[in-house]
C-alpha cells in the first residue's frame, strides 16, 4: 500500500456481511459518485471492521496516521433505519478534514 500525503484521505466503506445487509453497497457507490473528482480522498470497500452490530460502518484514515477513525451507522437513515449519522454530514465531515 503506498503511504499517504499529509492531507490525503482514505475512505473504507466496510462490505462485510453485517453491513451489507444495512446498505453498505449503496453508500460505497453513492460515496464513490459524491467524491469522484475530489482530488486527494480515495473511496473503497474493504472487510469486517469488527463493529458489526452498528453498521453501515466507515473507516477513515488520514495522511500517515497508522489507526484511523471508524464511524458508525452512516447513511442508516438514508436505508430507512432511523438512527444514526446522516450520509450529508458525514460528506461534510470528510471535506473539511481534507482542507484541515
Ligand atoms: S460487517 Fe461491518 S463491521 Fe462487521
Do not use: W
Not at 51 to 71: A, D, F, M, W
Amino acid at each position: 500500500m503506498a503511504e499517504r500525503k499529509t492531507n490525503e484521505i482514505e475512505v473504507s466503506v466496510c462490505l462485510g456481511p453485517d453491513c451489507s445487509t444495512r446498505g453498505s453497497e449503496k453508500l460505497l457507490v453513492y460515496l464513490q459518485n459524491s467524491f469522484h473528482d475530489t482530488e486527494g480522498i480515495t473511496i473503497a470497500g474493504r472487510s469486517c471492521l469488527n463493529r458489526c452490530g452498528e453498521g453501515p460502518n466507515v473507516l477513515v484514515e488520514k495522511g500517515s496516521e497508522q489507526r484511523g477513525e471508524i464511524y458508525t451507522g452512516v447513511g442508516r437513515k438514508f436505508f430507512g433505519i432511523p438512527t444514526g449519522l446522516r450520509i450529508s454530514d458525514f460528506i461534510k465531515f470528510i471535506l473539511l478534514e481534507r482542507l484541515s
